[in-house]
T-cell receptor, first 117, second 114 residues
Framework: GAVVSQHPSRVICKSGTSVKIECRSL??????MFWYRQFPKQSLMLMAT?????????EQGVEKDKFLINHASLTLSTLTVTSAHPEDSSFYIC?????????????FGSGTRLTVV | AQSVTQLDSQVPVFEEAPVELRCNYS??????LFWYVQYPNQGLQLLLK??????LVKGINGFEAEFNKSQTSFHLRKPSVHISDTAEYFC????????????FGDGTTLTVKP
């Protein structure tokens, strides 16, 4: 089955530094990946759509200069949280789908717990 | 725009009892519906999905859901739960004209007690 790997699973960083999170599709190619953010005890909020070879599409209210997305290959998308602050602490999850039929349920990564101190 | 409402934030139930987790949605177009399970500090795992056809959908771990278009509902059910079913469950909707962008409900915490 489709497997999405996310790394790291946990990261602690100092305020003001940048953190990169990787999302890899291990056994399929994904032209589109999605990045979500989840606050404690809350639902997932879509942050952006990552498109291979082109710019990401950000949801309203998400700062594109703060959350940099790079989808340089068909199996890898990265999310970089720049100049992180404590309020950026959250659970970040990516998802991807094999094939062209994007609506057939997405496979989610295991998530990255970011803590900014 | 689409939205999802999970009617119960927490559902406690005893082991081997049946359970229903309720989900209602709203959308101006046809939708695809999903249920996901999330264990602590993990990503989401797809339980089942409704795309078209039969309104009764069977998924993994003995779960099933029924799509009711007139009531705009997609309730999740299991006839007999186990302790291991304790987790967070999310209902999600995706409009077929906007592939891949899912809107999630707020989640339901299912707690199975011995």
């Amino acid at each position: 089955g489709a497997v999405v790997s996310q790394h790291p699973s946990r990261v602690i960083c100092k305020s003001g530094t940048s953190v990169k999170i990787e999302c890899r599709s291990l056994d399929f190619q994904a032209t589109t990946m999605f990045w979500y953010r989840q606050f404690p005890k809350q639902s997932l909020m879509l942050m952006a759509t990552s498109n291979e070879g082109s710019k990401a599409t950000y949801e309203q209210g998400v700062e594109k200069d703060k959350f940099l997305i790079n989808h340089a290959s068909l199996t890898l998308s990265t999310l970089t949280v720049t100049s992180a602050h404590p309020e950026d602490s959250s659970f970040y999850i990516c998802s991807a789908s094999p094939g062209q039929s994007n609506n057939y349920g997405y496979t989610f990564g295991s998530g990255t717990r970011l803590t900014v101190v | 725009a689409q939205s999802v409402t999970q009617l119960d934030s927490q559902v406690p139930v005893f082991e081997e009892a049946p359970v229903e987790l309720r989900c209602n949605y709203s959308s101006s177009v046809s939708v695809y519906l999903f249920w996901y399970v999330q264990y602590p500090n993990q990503g989401l795992q797809l339980l089942l999905k409704y795309l078209s056809g039969s309104t009764l959908v069977k998924g993994i771990n003995g779960f099933e859901a029924e799509f009711n278009k007139s009531q705009t509902s997609f309730h999740l059910r299991k006839p007999s739960v186990h302790i291991s079913d304790t987790a967070e469950y999310f209902c999600a909707v995706s409009e077929n004209t906007n592939a891949g962008k899912s809107t999630f409900g707020d989640g339901t915490t299912l707690t199975v007690k011995p």
